[in-house]
T-cell receptor
Framework: DSGVTQTPKHLITATGQRVTLRCSPR?????VYWYQQSLDQGLQFLIQ???????AKGNILERFSAQQFPDLHSELNLSSLELGDSALYFC??????????????FGPGTRLLVL | AQKITQTQPGMFVQEKEAVTLDCTYD???????LFWYKQPSSGEMIFLIY??????QNATEGRYSLNFQKARKSANLVISASQLGDSAMYFC???????????????FGKGTLLTVNP
């Protein structure tokens, strides 16, 4: 158990819908990262938050958005869902710089299926 | 150009034998970190080992060691005494940028599926 929690574990929805994925980082970690794992694209970085602020953006679609709340949990919002959005979505967290922040610890993932 | 290349889509090894999973990387940044993660069929991503670009010694964690050859830009994972539970997908990943910064996004390779035979 990495200490990172993600809910829900599985999500089945229809095209055009909107869903919210939730992540709680390990205790003391300030950084939260979101990744998408799909068969055709592999593992891709989406976005990073550090202590409530957006720090880096990767290949995140405009239909997707995220935020990190004052209690450091994060949510990834996916809207106008398409079949191609079906994937495993991971959240990861890391400690602050100078406190072992090199390593990202991953949550169990949310498996999204868009029908 | 791909930043992380794992050339072995699949590998087979006999139980109790050692196996090396290949990883080459491409970066012009002098400061970077290299990671290996394991993904069993259940789907979770498990951190195995880390090597910093300035580390003089190869990293080791139990049965895992990282064969870091900086000039060749390779960071191969060596698993000694393979166990049936080692059967999984293994991903090599890289973080570019200075250590101590707060942006540690990872770039992943496509992975190697390791099967351990009894």
């Amino acid at each position: 158990d990495s200490g990172v929690t993600q809910t829900p574990k599985h999500l089945i929805t229809a095209t055009g819908q909107r869903v919210t994925l939730r992540c709680s980082p390990r205790s003391g970690d300030l950084s939260v990262y979101w990744y998408q794992q799909s068969l055709d694209q592999g593992l891709q970085f989406l976005i990073q938050y550090y202590n409530g602020e957006e720090r880096a953006k990767g290949n995140i679609l405009e239909r997707f958005s995220a935020q990190q709340f004052p209690d450091l949990h994060s949510e990834l919002n996916l809207s106008s869902l398409e079949l191609g959005d079906s994937a495993l979505y991971f959240c990861a967290s890391s400690a602050p710089p100078g406190q072992g922040g090199e390593t990202q610890y991953f949550g169990p993932g949310t498996r999204l299926l868009v029908l | 150009a791909q930043k992380i290349t794992q050339t072995q889509p699949g590998m087979f090894v006999q139980e109790k034998e050692a196996v090396t999973l290949d990883c080459t990387y491409d970066t012009s940044d002098p400061s970077y970190g290299l990671f290996w993660y394991k993904q069993p069929s259940s789907g979770e991503m498990i951190f195995l080992i880390y090597q910093g670009s300035y580390d003089q010694q190869n990293a080791t964690e139990g049965r895992y060691s990282l064969n870091f050859q900086k000039a060749r830009k390779s960071a191969n994972l060596v698993i000694s005494a393979s166990q049936l539970g080692d059967s999984a997908m293994y991903f090599c990943a890289m973080r570019e940028g200075r250590s101590g910064g707060s942006n540690y996004k990872l770039t992943f390779g496509k992975g190697t599926l390791l099967t351990v035979n009894p």
